[in-house]
């Protein structure tokens, strides 16, 4: 939990007419708790009931799931898309749980390619598919609105696990639904 009184502090040291700003610190408390509450949330206890036996075996793929993260670095947004696919193996996952997933750990300070893995291993621990792959494209605002400010610039990064991985078919599958 955030202490309102850290905000306070360094409100003070940005601005000195603090007065104005009496309420932002109770506001932005709130504020991360909703950004951050990924800490607080497990891909593997969203998931339960959402867990069907299907004779289903091509790849089902939720692509252009929107996420905002935070940049551990800098506290900054990162702004994004992710495409999540997997192979099933007799078993399928709601669609909506691979946004939920994407959203748990999005909703943490955040590496995008740590973030793109952390997607890919929940996703296989939950339902054991015989592949997965995740494809996230995201705009960090440490690179486009401070430093080398570079607006519009993306960085992507893709991480296949299982059969996924060892087939360049299915990679290039994976990767042509998605940015169709």
Do not use: W
Not at 38 to 52: D, Q, T, V
């Amino acid at each position: 939990m955030i202490e309102e009184k850290n905000i306070e502090d360094l409100l003070k040291s940005i601005d000195p007419d603090f007065e104005r700003l009496k309420k932002t610190p109770k506001r932005f408390a709130r504020a991360c708790e909703e950004f951050f509450s990924g800490y607080s949330k497990n891909a593997e206890e969203i998931s339960k009931g959402a867990i069907f036996d299907s004779d289903m075996n091509q790849m089902v793929i939720l692509k252009k799931i929107p996420f905002e993260s935070h940049c551990e670095h800098h506290l900054v947004p990162i702004v994004g898309e992710a495409s999540v696919g997997y192979i099933p193996n007799k078993k399928i996952l709601g669609a909506s749980k691979l946004a939920r997933i994407v959203d748990i750990f999005a909703c943490r300070l955040q590496l995008q390619e740590r973030l793109t893995i952390q997607i890919a291993n929940a996703v296989h621990n939950i339902i054991s598919p015989l592949g997965v792959a995740v494809y996230i494209e995201a705009e960090h605002f440490c690179i486009s609105k401070r430093g080398v400010k570079k607006d519009g610039s993306k960085l992507v990064t893709k991480y296949f696990i299982g059969n996924i991985k060892d087939d360049y078919n299915l990679r290039a599958e994976f990767l042509a639904e998605i940015k169709g």
